[in-house]
């Protein structure tokens, strides 16, 4: 049964109709470990911290029959975010199952949690599909990025990505991406440090604008139907998260499907408790997350 929502779902305050996105494929599924985190980072989009319970850690026995699901839907990838993924007990259990099915993408600071775990995680290197790591770097310079994530997180992150790389692992950046930044400039800067401590200077960097907390309502223009009929065409709306993949997070002690990696701060975004249900619903661009993906083309995507 699809949740009844109110109208603030379907208009703006101002009564125009919303931008929507039709869901035209599961190509990836994404799982939300939970929220707790080894650091505790002012800007984080999903509020993640030590002993956070927002979203709950999630066990082998709670994702297997979504992948199982995914699988009879097509799904090409299952991608993994937190919080901190390495925090999640039977993380490693997950990922050698899910990736005896599909290629699969981690999303890591790159520290303690990650570190400690290194031995398990070699088990994994000859999965059937690879396993690929997003490590997140702020900045490329340390006093930045150590401003946000605390001391010594510079050195661990690029520790962690090092210990990845040299065991054969795939691995990106998540960066973070400020207004008006000369990004041809930042980039440059990343790929002298990627060199100077022996990674490959080509790895995909993924940037991000703020996202603002959960639950915060930054004031952003609203995004309308018009917009998405002006400016957006059928192929540019595909291109949408929402468009090819979900999220599945455990909230209550419940396995929810949400509309994608940005939104799971809003119940309207809870398509329900299967992947089909979820497929079904038409995704309106109410969250101001959309916003960003309207204006920067912002997607946790790498498939
Ligand atoms: S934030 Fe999520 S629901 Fe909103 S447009 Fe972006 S992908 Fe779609």
Redesign the pocket.
Known sequence: MQRIRTQSWFQTADGEPR?Y?DPHALRELWFHTGTACNLACDFCLEGSSPGDKRLELVRFEDVTPFIDEALELGVEQFSFTGGEPFLAKQLIKILEYASRFRPCLVLTNGTAPLQRRFEQLLSLRHSLHPIHFRVSLDAPDEVTHDDGRGEGTFEAALKGMAMLHEAGFRVSVARHMADGEDSVAVESDYRRLLAARGLPEDLHLVAFPDFATPGSHPQVPQ?TRHCMTTYQDEEGRRQ????Y?KMVVKRQGQMRVY?????DDDED?DLGGTLRQAMEQR?????H??Y???AYG??CSEA
């Open positions: 931008g996105i995004v949408f998260m929402c468009a993949s509309a994608c990696t940005l939104v975004y995704i309106s661009m109410k969250h997350r959309c960003s993906c309207f912002a997607s």
